[in-house]
């Protein structure tokens, strides 16, 4: 079977930094990716980590260990509008399809 | 401008009805997925197809149906055999190869009275 698990809510003040974790259970893991979404809206594409590491994207970054089957998004400068539903996704080799994981809801306070 | 086009965006449907969901995408993208949404949930799988005239189930295929006869196109049938079929359905698109990156419609909402 596939997992992931993340925490379902963080609340964080405007200007700071947050990370939200992401573990996972995947057989014939690929890479994990991480996906934004706004209330009613669809899911919009942040990063990609195929490598263990750091990937650095503007404010975002997504980190990966493969050994440890963890990963996470770190979200600096937070502003009010960040305030969304992050979802981490794996990919694995059952084909192009992502599992998603339930979300983490962010609330961005001033 | 490229992307995936989902319609309709509401959609309501008595007990018993079959309902098709329309998903077309200009990316010339190979692969097609489609994602159920409940309130407070992730996405999970409903079907994918990776080229023309296949297709795969997904972690929840059963009361659902799709057909892929164009590639540019991947409707979604929910029969009225799906117990539960209100829901926030995404329709999604990606191309071949190891980027991890799904391009997703706006989504359809359907609800049955």
């Known amino acids: 079977g596939q997992s992931l698990e993340q925490p379902s809510e963080v609340t964080a003040v405007e200007g700071a930094i947050v990370q939200i974790n992401c573990t996972y259970q995947?057989?014939?893991?690929?890479?994990l990716s991480w996906y934004q979404q706004h209330d009613g809206g669809a899911p919009t594409f942040l990063s990609y980590?195929?490598?263990?590491g750091l990937e650095e994207t503007g404010r975002f970054s997504s980190f990966l260990s493969r050994s440890d089957s963890y990963g996470y998004l770190l979200l600096q400068e937070l502003q009010m509008k960040d305030s969304a539903s992050y979802f981490c996704?794996?990919?694995?080799?059952?084909?192009?399809?992502?599992?998603f994981g339930k979300g983490t809801s962010l609330l961005v306070t001033p | 401008d490229g992307g995936i086009t989902q319609s309709p965006k509401y959609l309501f449907r008595k007990e018993g009805q079959n309902v098709t969901l329309s998903c077309e995408q200009n990316?010339?993208?190979?692969?097609m997925y489609w994602y159920r949404q409940d309130p407070g949930q992730g996405l999970r799988l409903i079907y994918y197809?990776?080229?023309?005239?296949?297709?795969q189930k997904g972690d929840i295929a059963e009361g659902y149906s799709v057909s892929r006869e164009k590639k540019e196109s991947f409707p979604l049938t929910v029969t009225s055999a799906q117990k539960n079929p209100t829901a926030f359905y995404l329709c999604?698109?990606?191309?071949?190869?190891?980027?991890?990156?799904?391009?997703f419609g706006e989504g359809s909402r359907l609800t049955v009275l």
């Open positions: 995947t057989s014939g893991f690929y890479g």
């Open positions: 197809s990776q080229i023309v005239n296949d297709f």
């Open positions: 980590n195929a490598l263990d």
């Open positions: 999604a698109s990606t191309g071949l190869g190891n980027t991890g990156e799904l391009f």
């Open positions: 990316l010339n993208h190979d692969a």
């Open positions: 996704a794996a990919k694995a080799n059952s084909g192009y399809a992502l599992n």
